[in-house]
């Protein structure tokens, strides 16, 4: 399999004119945590969604495990680094947990998807979260499942910024639940290759893989709308590429003393 630091050593490259200016997910995100509450976002990459926290007087913690996303975030977000208002770190949570604990944790735009084991990735979360603590993970629902006729045909897109013009040809395809997809980016006649691979978690399996982990309250929203969360959703009733998921670290248990 395609280690996802090996993809996004490339795609940091192209990753801002390609995503940066994605903002229909920003408010939700806001809308599900308050600004007591310890921040992390898991995968934060260029840091598209901590800029947005740290523009609404946030403070907030980003982690990723590609350094060449971190290299560009940290570059756009100095000053607030400076102000103390974010903390970046290179952390795997597919290795261990980390050393500090938060109330908060948003895996956002299909980070989760390049994780290839949910099992320990998640364990390491929990065990990095306070009691009582939320994790919002946003799920990549392929788009090949969407429209079976884009399977392995090349789509052209023109990137284009105040200062590049890039032109994409990407292509995907699906194997089981593991979507293949193949982005050649073309600037300045130079051309670059990203491969990348994401692995199509269902609702049921993500409900398993959170409640093994430990988390409860396990419910889900088919659009980023805070007041849509359902308790259950069926594969089928996904019509768009994505799916939010929520969940709760159980606070302290009473225990009733008897004399
Ligand atoms: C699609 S980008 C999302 C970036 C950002 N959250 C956004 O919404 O624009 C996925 C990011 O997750 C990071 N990533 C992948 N696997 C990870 C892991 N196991 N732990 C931490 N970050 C990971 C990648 O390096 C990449 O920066």
């Known amino acids: 399999m395609i280690n996802s630091s090996e993809t996004f050593k490339t795609y940091s490259k192209y990753y801002n004119i390609y995503i940066g200016t994605k903002t229909k997910d920003l408010e939700f995100y806001k809308s599900l945590t308050e600004k007591n509450r310890k921040i992390v976002e898991i995968g934060c990459g260029t840091g598209r969604i901590l800029k947005f926290f740290l523009k609404n007087d946030y403070h907030i913690t980003g982690i990723d495990i590609s350094h060449e996303m971190l290299e560009l975030c940290k570059i756009d977000l100095v000053n607030f680094i400076s102000s103390g208002k974010l903390l970046l770190f290179n952390h795997d949570f597919s290795v261990s ?3 500090e604990l938060f109330d908060t944790a948003l895996i956002t735009f299909f ?3 390049y994780v290839k084991n949910p099992v320990s990735f998640l364990k390491n979360v929990y065990d990095s979260l306070n009691n ?9 629902y392929p788009h090949v499942f ?11 897109k023109e990137l284009k910024d105040n200062q590049r013009i890039i032109t994409l040809k990407e292509k995907r395809r699906m194997e089981n639940n593991i979507e293949h997809r193949i982005q050649i980016f073309s600037e300045d006649n130079v051309e670059e290759t990203v491969r990348s691979e994401r692995i199509y978690y269902s609702p049921h399996e993500i409900k398993k893989y959170l409640s093994n982990a430990g988390f409860i309250n396990i419910r889900y929203s088919l659009t980023h709308n805070k007041d849509n969360f359902v308790d259950n959703i069926e594969e089928i009733d996904i019509k768009v590429g994505n799916y939010v998921v929520t969940a709760e670290k159980p606070g302290c248990v009473q225990v009733e003393l008897k004399e």
């Open 132 to 140: 009582k603590a939320i994790i919002i993970i946003d799920l990549y």
């Open 97 to 99: 947990s980390f050393n």
């Open 111 to 113: 980070t989760f998807n």
């Open 146 to 156: 969407l429209n079976k006729e884009i399977e392995d045909k090349w789509l052209i």
